[in-house]
């Protein structure tokens, strides 16, 4: 996908190669279609190609296909409730229009993601956490499976979350995918936190063959949980989803996270190597954080221009 943003030239890149080439030309704008043909992940397809048509000379569509609630990624919903609102604080917007939904195995979802090009990204600073002061969010099933598979994940999940939290009302909405919005059968669920200073955590979960649904909706409610636990101010999945932008972003960036994750690390010391960007990664000094395992990410971002603008 990223070479066909920018007409680049791609070698290696099969199934089954241990090493790729890629040279990279100028980043265009416009309308750019990426089709995994299975369940493999949109929001990943967007992950990778947001950085980049970000500095394009002109604004892009990208029009992403494959799944849209698949195991291994963020969920959709949680790309629309909490990546986005955050990642926007990098100074961009985007629009993200969901035409298709689509699970393991047949994928067969389409999202059409639109956003136009910025001179330089802001840094962020997200260390204070707040509290929490509300909770939602969305329990679905797709296809032929029944609304009380939903009605039961919320049940449970709103449970599990009062034994922890008792003076916030829950509100978890049950629904059935309209049959012209959904390809093949899924369900799943997604909670969000929100807090007093604009913090978003969640937790999710996906329904299998086999799996109770009081399961799935207590899984995503124990993530949840666990989330707010740690007295970061991002969960552990945003975590790594914000690194490339810190790095690219003109000026300091810092967020207080939870422990620090693989998928964190591994971003950071690509940041580093590919884009010379400067990160530390230090415990949190501040007295709240004590008995917690919170961490402070400070990044010197490079301040990458946009050359087209």
Do not use: W
């Amino acid at each position: 996908m990223v070479r066909d943003l920018c007409d680049g030239h791609l070698e290696g890149a099969e199934i089954g190669s241990t090493e790729i080439t890629f040279i990279p030309e100028k980043i265009r704008g416009g309308i750019h279609t990426a089709d995994t043909k299975t369940a493999g992940s949109v929001c990943l397809l967007m992950q990778v190609s947001m950085p980049c048509v970000l500095f394009a000379a002109s604004p892009s569509e990208l029009r992403l296909k494959g799944g849209t609630n698949a195991e291994m990624a963020p969920q959709i919903d949680y790309t629309m409730m909490v990546f986005k609102p955050i990642v926007e604080k990098f100074g961009f917007k985007f629009d993200c229009d969901i035409k298709m939904r689509g699970y393991y195995p047949k994928g067969g979802g389409e999202v059409i993601v639109r956003m136009s090009p910025v001179k330089q990204l802001d840094p962020i600073n997200l260390t204070d956490r707040g509290s929490v002061t509300k909770i939602y969010g969305r329990a679905f099933v797709a296809g032929v499976l029944p609304l009380k598979v939903a009605k039961d994940m919320a049940a449970a999940a709103v449970r599990c979350i009062r034994k922890e939290i008792r003076d916030l009302y829950v509100n978890i909405q049950p629904l059935q995918e309209s049959r012209d919005q959904a390809f093949g059968n899924g369900s799943g669920i997604i909670i969000v936190a929100e807090t007093s200073t604009g913090c978003l955590f969640a937790g999710s979960s996906l329904g299998k063959r086999g799996v109770n649904a009081d399961k799935v909706g207590i899984e995503a409610a124990e993530v949840l949980l666990a989330n707010l636990r740690h007295g970061g101010t991002v969960d552990e999945y945003l975590q790594d989803q914000l690194i490339i932008f810190m790095a690219l972003a003109n000026g300091i960036s810092r967020i207080k996270t939870g422990p620090v994750t693989l998928h964190t690390q591994t971003a950071i010391h690509f940041a580093e190597q590919l884009a010379k960007a400067k990160f530390t990664v230090k415990k949190s000094e501040e007295e709240e954080d004590a008995s917690k395992d919170a961490y402070i990410i400070e990044c010197e971002g490079i301040g990458m221009a946009n050359p087209h603008l």
